[in-house]
């Protein structure tokens, strides 16, 4: 089968299109390098067709859809408070873009398309764990162009017949997720503190909790998502129904690394939520969704991961 990866060098992105080549399948990334990187790819550079373009270029998008049979549009500005700060440039790629590859896919006639939404629209709603029955009230611009996402791929789905699925992915965290801008995952910022010997910033109290997802869950999700039967229409959290708070992760970290780091509490950041955590019952029973790595595993592998890259850049500088 041809996939087609919008993000395809970003993090989740990325180790996405790896499971695909280890599955034998023929991918095309479409990928502006905003926040992707090419070596990210790496591995598999000499399999893929790569296109660097944004999906807010329709004519790209048309020719990376060419003989598609399914479409993963993961290509989005991920940040929350980025979006605070710039609502027009969310809404551009996130809205405009996502509206660009719901045309070229109906276009290109493909036979899915699965698309990147956000725990985010869930908001404020105080009532946890998140169901996907519940009314979104997105509270940043950033959840409100992952919610809109989902509706255009509804309306596609009843307007044309455009077979979509929306996943609500819940705070994803493992290799290959950038530490370096101040709009990175916590979690890739905590780890780079610890081997850095740095000093980790808390926004808020630090009790605030999140549904940590490891990447391998929303790898196994994305592929389910593409080919399972009755899912079209539906959108579904992707994460594992648990949560833990920013504070307990550290801790986590300390006995990891074996390192003790005093903490910084800072102010709390302006769009954040509170609390956050997946009811996936539903995507265990139409997906097959089965989260098999949890997060303090997940954790573990991951902190793994940013010791190697760090020791690399170490050795690198050094050779220099
Ligand atoms: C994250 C995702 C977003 C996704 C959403 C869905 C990232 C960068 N963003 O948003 O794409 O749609 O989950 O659930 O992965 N914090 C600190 N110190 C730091 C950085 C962050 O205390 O150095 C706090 C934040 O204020 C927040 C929590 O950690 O309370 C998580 O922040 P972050 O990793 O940026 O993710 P979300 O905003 O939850």
Redesign the pocket.
């Known amino acids: 089968m041809r996939f087609v990866v919008t993000g395809g060098a970003g993090f989740i992105g990325s180790n996405t299109v790896d499971e695909l080549i280890r599955r034998g399948h023929s991918v095309v990334v479409l990928d502006d390098l905003s926040a992707g990187k090419e070596e990210n790819l790496a591995e598999v550079r000499s399999k893929i067709s790569f296109i660097k373009g944004s999906i807010t270029d329709l004519e790209v998008v048309r020719k990376a859809m060419h003989e598609a049979d399914y479409v993963l549009h993961l290509a989005a500005r991920?940040?929350?408070p980025r979006s605070v700060k710039d609502p027009i440039e969310t809404n551009r790629v996130n809205i405009d873009g996502t509206l660009n590859v719901l045309v070229a896919a109906r276009d290109a006639k493909v036979k899915r398309i699965v698309f990147a939404a956000?725990?985010?629209a869930y908001g404020e709603t105080p009532t946890l764990p998140k169901l996907e029955t519940m009314q979104p009230a997105p509270i940043s611009p950033y959840g409100v162009t992952?919610y809109v996402g989902e509706l255009y791929a509804q309306v596609f789905g009843r307007a044309y017949g455009l077979e979509n699925v929306s996943l609500r992915?819940?705070?994803?965290f493992g290799p290959r997720q950038d530490p370096n801008s101040p709009?990175?995952?916590?979690l890739s910022?905590f780890c780079t503190a610890f081997l850095e010997g740095t000093q980790?910033?808390?926004?808020?109290d630090g009790e605030?909790s999140?549904d940590f997802t490891y990447i391998e869950n929303v790898v196994q999700a994305n592929l389910l998502a593409c080919e399972a039967p009755s899912a079209s229409g539906k959108v579904f959290n992707v994460g594992t129904g648990s949560r833990f708070t920013?504070n307990q992760t550290l801790a986590m970290l300390q006995r990891i690394s074996g390192v003790n780091l005093e903490v910084k509490y800072e102010p709390a950041?302006e769009g954040?939520i509170r609390d956050?955590q997946a009811d996936i019952t539903q995507g265990r029973e139409i997906l097959a969704y089965n989260p098999t790595v949890e997060f303090e595993e997940g954790l573990e592998r991951t902190f793994s991961w940013y010791r190697e890259s760090h020791a690399k850049t170490l050795a690198k500088q050094k050779a220099e």
């Open positions: 991920t940040s929350v956000s725990s985010s992952k992915y819940f705070n994803v709009y990175s995952g916590v910022k980790p910033a808390i926004f808020g605030q999140r920013l950041r954040d956050s």
